[in-house]
Each structure stands twice: as structure tokens, then as C-alpha cells.
């Protein structure tokens, strides 16, 4: 497991930009499948993006072409671009860490280590 501590969070009004980062402890970040997830109000926590460590990713539809996933493998930190916020992108945002060989394409399992997450808010 590793240590994941999230950061970037905050109040911005719709169709602004927001950058999250998530910083990991460990040697071995880059073999790492990194994966974004949010939980808004009321909603079970939900699949946003994940990055593998081969450099290919995934989005859910409902941020694809709105959000950007990347990686720096030098700093041990992934993050997330989000651009064009509307209002339903409210929630708290959780990076999560798994073995590539073992986490799943959109959802939660096979990640075994999670951020505190940060709180995103769209106002309209």
C-alpha cells in the first residue's frame, strides 16, 4: 500500500477550471495503476478516471473530453484537470492506488490504498 494525500480542492463557478493532485509515498509509484473517484452528497462513490502505468487511461462518460488525468512519475503524483465544471461535478474527489494487474477498468476494485479525499464545489 501506499500513502495518498490529495490536494487542490476548492469553490470555483461553473465552467471554471480546477486542478486536483495526489501525492503517493513509496518506490514504486510508476508501476502503479492511479485512479480518480468522487462521492457527491447522497450518491455512492463513483468512477471518474484512472491512469495505468503503461500510460493509456480511462474516463467515465460523464467528464470525458472535460477532464484530464496525467502522471509524473519523477514526483510520485498523479492529478486531474478538470475544465468546463458544472455544477453536478460537486463532491468530494478520492485518488486511489492499485496493482495494475489486479484493479478494475472503472470501478473500485483492486484499489487498496485511498486519499483523505478533497472537497470540489460548483456553484452555479
Known amino acids: 500500500q501506499v500513502q495518498l494525500v490529495e490536494s487542490g480542492g476548492g469553490l470555483v463557478q461553473a465552467g471554471g477550471s480546477l486542478r486536483l493532485s495526489c501525492a503517493a509515498s513509496?518506490?514504486?509509484?510508476?508501476?502503479?495503476?492511479m485512479g480518480w473517484f468522487r462521492q457527491a452528497p447522497g450518491k455512492e462513490r463513483e468512477f471518474v478516471a484512472n491512469s495505468w502505468s503503461g500510460g493509456s487511461s480511462l474516463y467515465a462518460d460523464s467528464v470525458k473530453g472535460r477532464f484530464t488525468i496525467s502522471r509524473d512519475n519523477a514526483k510520485n503524483t498523479v492529478y486531474l484537470q478538470m475544465n468546463s465544471l458544472k455544477p453536478e461535478d460537486t463532491a468530494v474527489y478520492y485518488c486511489?492506488?492499485?496493482?495494475?494487474?489486479?484493479?478494475?477498468?472503472?470501478?473500485?476494485?483492486?484499489?487498496?490504498?485511498w486519499g483523505q479525499g478533497t472537497q470540489v464545489t460548483v456553484s452555479s
Open positions: 486511489a492506488a492499485g496493482a495494475t494487474a489486479v484493479v478494475a477498468r472503472t470501478g473500485e476494485r483492486g484499489y487498496d490504498s
Open positions: 513509496g518506490r514504486t509509484f510508476s508501476s502503479y495503476a
